[in-house]
Structures are given as C-alpha cells and as structure tokens.
C-alpha cells in the first residue's frame, strides 16, 4: 500500500490564487520524501490538506488508506504533525507539552508517560523535560516539536520545515534524529525544506514543485544526474598544458580557471575523466592538482526554477525571528 497518493489535490485561495495545483504525488511506505521549492510553491498548503487542517479546492488525497475529504478522523488518528510554527506551550514544561497532547489522542496515561520517556530519550531532551519550553533553546523547541508530534504513534509523520532558522550543526543533529526516527519507529517522514542539503542528506525521494506544480521528481542522485554537467577541475604546471586541454576530449565547455587552471564541463565526470587522463599523458603534460564536482540540489532547483534557493535565505531568517516572537507572546 502507498503511504500516500494525492489525486489532482488543487487549493484555490480567495477564488483565483491557484497555491496547489492539481498536485499528483505518491509515496511509498516508510519513504522519507522531500518536497523542495521556493516560498509560496504551495508546500505548506499541500501538508495542510493532507493533515485536513484544511480542505482541498477539488481532488483529493489517500493517506494511510483514508480519503482526507471523507475520512479526515480517521487520517488525523494515523499521521503526526509538526507545523511549520511553533506550538508548543511555552508556560508548561516539555513534558507537560506531550501528555497534554497525547490526551487529545486519548492515548491512555500510562501508555503516554512510557511513549513520553522513549521520545525524550531519543532527542536527548530528558534532563530537559521538566522544565518550562520558554527556557529552552531554538534546537530544543524544535526537537520538542519533533517528538510531540510523535506522542501517538503515527504511521505517517509531516514535518514542515524542520530545520528553518537553526544553526548549521543543530541542524544536522536534527537529521541525525530524524534518521533515527524513520527507522526506529518505521514511520513514513514528508518532509519540506529550504535548506536542499537536507532534502539531499535526508530524503529517499523529492518532488521540486512551484506554482503549485511539481517540476521533476525523483532520488536526490537522479536529479543531479539530470544536470548532466559534472565539472573537472585542473590544474597543470603550464599554461600551454592548461590551454591545450581547451581540445580535450568529451568537454563541453572549458573555462580557464586561474593561473594554469581550467574548468571543464562534462556530461558525466565518471565516464569523461578516464579520457581526458589519457589525453593528458598522450600530450605529456602534467597535473598539479585535479578535482571533480557533481552538481548539487541547490543547481538542480536553480535549474528547474529559475530561481536560486539562496535568495530565500533572508525570507527564511525573517520568518524564523516572526515565529519565535509570536511563540514569546
Ligand atoms: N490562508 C491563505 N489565504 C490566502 N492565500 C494563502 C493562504 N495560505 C497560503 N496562501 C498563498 O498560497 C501560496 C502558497 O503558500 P504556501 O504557504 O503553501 O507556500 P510554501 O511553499 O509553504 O512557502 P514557504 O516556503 O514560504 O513556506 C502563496 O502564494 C501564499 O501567499
Ligand atoms: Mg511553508
């Protein structure tokens, strides 16, 4: 069975802004899928219908083998959430957070207390647990947030933006809890990011979408791949070898690169640079330093969008500040 199969889910705002359109995905069971695209693709709108936060325009979407327009109570009992802002109570403690959610599921007491203690222990919050949210940091809150959504043990776990507004080395010890969650709990993780290294890092899978659409899916390999541009980078301890490697075999671009360095553009390194060796000591020139770059998820998008995911950053950073006031209130 698939985790989730989308069915031209469409959300139509205020009449004409098309935020989700006609969305066709599918994802399999225990998948961890990444959904990657620049603000306002209509990310978190297409989480939200699927969580039946709220409802689609038209289309629709099974999700753990419910319909999310007629069965959205039986949806809400499989799937976790953990929105993109910040809900936890900042008056109560963690784990105050988690049993009072966990009794919204009516997950019975002692059931929870024990779900509650496994969780903690897994982000590395028990010490942590019994003091009020208000004092914890921006990586705690959010692996607060992580494991709340977890407290009644979903099948299907949403997470919409994990990682927004961390620093760089908590957030990769949210990947590294993330992981641990997939596969110790055999949960199926959608996941949204602006930050690609962790789509790359985290996710089996990732659709790029924009406008509501999606532009290209598949493995985060199979994407790079699709750019066929892997780069070689040379030097030599000439610039007559560096200018000789302009006719170099399989290049289909060559750039020069600083003092006796050129930039070469290949479909795919693995099957070029075997060549381009040979052709290096056909013309006994030698090599003072050789590197190969792949393409990375940050070029495919740019690829695909037109857009530069970089550019976003500062929307990103301005957000993060807005929920952070917002949770202080
Ligand atoms: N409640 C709403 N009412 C009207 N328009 C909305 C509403 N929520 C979202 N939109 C619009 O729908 C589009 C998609 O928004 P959405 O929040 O789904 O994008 P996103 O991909 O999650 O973006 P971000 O990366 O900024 O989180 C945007 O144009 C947004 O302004
Ligand atoms: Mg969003």
Known sequence: MKAIETKNLTKIYGG?????????????????YGLAGPNGAGKTTTINMLVTRITPTSGTAIVGGFDITKNS??????????????????????RENMMMVSQFYDV???KAQETCNSLLKLVNLEEAADRLVRTYSGGMRKRLELIIGLIHEPKIL???????????????????????????????????????EEIDELAGRVSIIDHGKVLITGT???????????IINLTLSDQKGADLMKTAPDALEVTDSGPNAVRIKVISADESLPKIINFISQHELSTVKLTVQKPTLDEVFLEYTGRSIRDEEGEDTRK??????RARQ
């Open 158 to 196: 949403f997470l919409d933006e994990p990682t927004l507004g961390l620093d760089v080395q908590t957030r990769t010890q949210m990947w590294n809890y993330v992981k641990e969650i997939q596969s110790r709990l055999n949960v199926t993780i959608i996941l949204t990011s602006h930050y690609l």
């Open 108 to 110: 019975p007491k002692a």
């Open 73 to 94: 109570i039986d949806v809400r009992r499989l799937i976790g959430v953990v929105p993109q802002d910040f809900t936890a109570d900042e008056d109560l403690t963690g």
């Open 320 to 325: 993060m500040a807005m929920n952070m006031r």
């Open 16 to 32: 004409h802004l098309k935020a989700v359109d006609a969305l066709n995905l599918t994802i399999d069971e225990g998948e961890i």
């Open 220 to 230: 985060p390999a199979e994407l790079k791949e699709s750019l066929k541009g892997d």
